[in-house]
């Protein structure tokens, strides 16, 4: 399945654009397509990045891409996940604009690979994916399994950006 890699680091997402361009294709390259992780993504990315506008974390943290995903976090998935998930492994390095790319400069600007790799990350989880259209539940996923207990996110704040980023008229593909 070929992705728009073209529009791979664009600057200025809507949130729709930013479902039917990146997040769909690449759950869908990665057979791991449904609304539910459909709309985890996206609310991680715009919650993370204060409504798709930071690549990197203000303050001049650690965090890169939408997703703020920190380069230590990073490295752990593909050193202690993705070593042992070979096929998934080889379909995230398919979403590189080269094998041979720095892996944390495709983080940053390469919005198929950082949507990857924020799919990887909730994928460690054994908790299965809340329910589409929980918006409550997914807050609450997103705290306990990216954020963590440790972070300074709230499943509120998550949902505030939600509600202040996301239209009610966006829509989600229900199958690849």
Same mark, same amino acid.
């Given at each position: ?6 529009t ?6 809507s949130?729709?654009?930013?479902v ?5 294709p690449?759950?869908?390259h990665?057979? @791991?397509?449904?609304?539910?992780a459909t ?14 506008k930071?690549?990197?974390?203000i +303050?001049? +943290?650690?965090?890169?891409s *939408? *997703? ?8 752990d ?5 993705l070593?042992?998930?070979? &096929?998934?492994?080889?379909?995230i390095t @398919? ?10 400069n &495709?983080?940053? *600007? ?9 799919r ?12 589409a259209?929980?918006? &409550?539940a997914q807050?609450n ?9 440790? +972070?300074? +996110? ?11 980023h ?5 829509? *989600?593909?229900?199958?690849?």
């Amino acid at each position: 399945m070929a992705l728009p890699l073209h529009t791979a680091s664009r600057q200025n997402w809507s949130p729709q654009d930013y479902v039917t361009l990146i997040i769909e294709p690449v759950l869908c390259h990665l057979g @791991a397509h449904s609304v539910s992780a459909t709309q985890l993504l996206l609310g991680t990315a715009v919650h993370e990045s204060g409504g798709l506008k930071h690549r990197r974390q203000i +303050g001049g +943290g650690p965090a890169l891409s *939408f *997703f703020q995903m920190e380069r230590a976090t990073h490295d752990d998935i593909w050193e202690n996940y993705l070593r042992y998930k070979k &096929e998934l492994g080889a379909s995230i390095t @398919a979403l590189m604009t080269d094998p041979n790319a720095n892996k944390h400069n &495709e983080l940053e *600007f390469n919005d198929n690979y950082a949507a990857g790799m924020a799919r990887a990350h909730y994928r460690r989880v054994s908790q299965a994916l809340p329910s589409a259209n929980d918006l &409550e539940a997914q807050a609450n996923y997103w705290k306990a399994h990216y954020n963590t207990s440790l +972070g300074a +996110g709230t499943p509120t704040k998550y949902i505030n950006d939600w509600n202040t980023h996301v239209p009610d008229s966006i829509t *989600f593909r229900v199958e690849c």
